[in-house]
């Protein structure tokens, strides 16, 4: 009996089967431009190996002037076909169906050839569209068809048809992208028209044992966005003209509400899609937030889609489903929705990984092997970058000994998980407990090692992690000035104002915390949605509830400094640094730049402005926690290198500066990989 009943029942679509209810989505991995076929038919060939039902491919551009960016990938050619069936042939021999995303970007195209409804310039792009003629549009439909017939020719099962998240299709259905008075313009019926005719065109084409899915905008979380009546109009009449499923997308890329990040709460617009529930004939896909079986089967239990589609997921988990089918549910890596090596790499123009699965995207590149001949290996420090070299060593049949002086596994993992938002940092730990409890590691806990310790094994690994960096600020002995380890670990009590030194990840961490009270929005959904200003479609346009943004009161006030000049927040991360800032904004957060500390005495912290040291000031508050850096923690490698003994220095002990989950892990796997 499945722990998943709905999650692994087929799905029958008439002319074939799908063996479960699970699609991958759509991501964009930039392995595509590696031009290396090989490597990207063995990214998709392993998700098919791990039992997902269908696979949707990065968006694949249909014209030049549609691709996300100028030289974006589509199938223009005959050797674009060819390369192709490289990927489909590999999928289909490993059991799996794979459909292609057709990525029109309309105004979101970062080329000045970009094209739209109207000629308005999206706010978060440089290039204003030229509004296409009659003519124009004609062509942007038969390059949809083209794509469509092509993917076929290559190979594919069908085709996605993205319709959502503010593309090309998604511009024509809203009246503040669409300002034309033809029959593209003005009444809904007209607006909709693009999308429609781009579906009955495509189906047309390629007949009826083709799947065909629509992703269509349920919820635009921008000004003016679709009604849910729309909404409806728009899925009956895709169905209409030959598609296959009917995909969920939330929120267009402009919208100022996170939709993907870790700090929007699991599931969290599964009840958008149910509304759809009923009213078409053919399935319904949801997605956002979905990352663990568990949740997907509720999803579907209570009728919320017909099926799930999770991405991410598959970048931390190629095996996911089948894990899931096997009882393995506790050894699937999750996906923490943290986008550091995903989305955050898209945007900063490199390839693809994930945190937790540094293999993601490397599947050709980072073997993990039966090591040739099996060592004794002492791994100190179990925070990510000692874990997972631990865990790839014993997987290649090393004999290993893991050591920390904490009495639990996942060194500063355990801290992270402290923040409101960042919940999904706690089935991180999870997850690393159950597979080296899965595994042949030797655990040592509640143990600190030493060199004399070390004698005996054929390799040191030393990942003893950070010490947090004093600033050394005069007065900074005092008892009201704290650390963050503090505040987080050690749960000191915090007054009521309080001064934040130092504005990196733990600095707004560490503020993040401070002004939250009580559960965390991230567990109670109305009171997120409530938090961010999102409505019912139903009610109100786009889903932008009409009051906006309705923040809880902050628990505290907080002041958050940092000693350059520029804008606070500036180094996080590029998908989700903005969300950070905006939530503490909503808490009424200072945040100061330019700060020099002067020191801290019974009035409070006491700072001045720049070179110059201008404008000084008395900050009165209860109490001042620092959060300003980190030094690697290296006595213990010191002292096996005064013995003379060799050993390998990762994670926070090799270099602190930016260090992160994401590089310990990477750097722990590629170790043990090479070991
Ligand atoms: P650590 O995690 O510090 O682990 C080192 C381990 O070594 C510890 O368990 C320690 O007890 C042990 N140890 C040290 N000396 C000895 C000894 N002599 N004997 C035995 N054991 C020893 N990173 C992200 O990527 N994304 C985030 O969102 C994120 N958020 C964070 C939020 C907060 C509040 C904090 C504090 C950190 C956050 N980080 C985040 C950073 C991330 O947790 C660290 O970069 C990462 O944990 C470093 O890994 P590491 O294995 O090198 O060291
Ligand atoms: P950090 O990002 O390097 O930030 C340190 C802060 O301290 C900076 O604001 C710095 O700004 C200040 N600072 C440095 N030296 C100082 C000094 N001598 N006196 C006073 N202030 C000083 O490091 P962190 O915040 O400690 O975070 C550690 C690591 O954890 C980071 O590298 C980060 O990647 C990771 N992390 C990531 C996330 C995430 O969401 N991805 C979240 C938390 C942590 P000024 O020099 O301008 O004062
Ligand atoms: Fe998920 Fe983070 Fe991996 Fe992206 S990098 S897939 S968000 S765990």
Known sequence: MTHYPHLLAPLDLGFTTLKNRVLMGSMHTGLEETKDWNRVAEFYAERARGGVALIVTGGMAPSKEGGVFPGAAGLFNDQDIANHKVITDRVHDAGGKIAMQILHAGRYAYGPECVSASAIKSPISPFPPKELDEEGIEKQIQDFVTATVRAREAGYDGVEIMGSEGYFLNQFLVTHVN????????????????????????????????????????????????????????????????????????????????????????????????????????????????????????????????????????????????????????????????????????????????????????????????????????????????????????????????????DKLGGQLNVAKQIPGKEEFWGLVDWYEAMVEASDIEVKLSTSATADDLAGYDEVIIATGIVPRDPGIPGSDRPEVLSYLDVLRDKKPVGKRVAVIGAGGIGFDVSEFLVHEGESLTENLPEWMKEWGVGDPEETRGGLAPEGPQPHAAAREVTLMQRKAKALGKGLGKTTGWIHRAALKMKNVQMMGGVNYEKIDDAGLHISFGETRENPQVIEVDNVVICAGQLPERSLADALEAKGVSCHVIGGADVAAELDAKRAINQGTRLAASL
């Open 179 to 406: 300002k034309r008075t033809d029959r593209w313009g003005g009444s809904y019926e007209n607006r909709m028209r693009l999308p429609v005719e781009v579906v009955r065109r495509c189906r047309e084409a390629v007949g009826e044992d083709f799947i065909i899915i629509y992703r269509l905008s349920m919820i635009d979380l921008i000004p003016n966005g679709s009604t849910h009546e729309e909404v409806v109009m728009l899925a009956k009449a895709v169905e209409e003209a030959g598609a296959t499923i009917i995909n969920t997308g939330i929120g267009w890329h402009e919208a100022r509400i996170p939709t993907i990040a870790t700090s929007v709460p699991r599931r969290a617009f599964a009840w958008v899609t149910k509304k759809l529930m009923g009213k078409v004939g053919i399935p319904v896909i949801t997605s956002n937030r979905i990352n663990m079986p568990d949740v997907a089967e509720d999803v579907l239990a209570e009728g919320c889609a017909d099926m799930v589609s999770m991405a991410r997921p598959f970048l931390a988990d190629a095996d996911f489903v089948n894990k899931a089918a096997e009882g393995k549910a506790a050894l699937i890596a999750p996906c923490i929705g943290c986008n550091q090596a995903c989305l955050d790499h898209t945007f900063g123009g490199k390839l693809t990984s994930c945190l937790v699965n540094p293999r993601a995207c490397h599947e050709t590149d980072l073997q993990v092997e039966p090591a040739e001949k099996a060592r004794k290996i002492a791994v100190v420090g179990a925070g990510p970058a000692g874990l997972s070299t631990a865990l790839t060593a014993s997987q290649r049949g090393h004999e290993v000994t893991l050591i920390d002086r904490a």
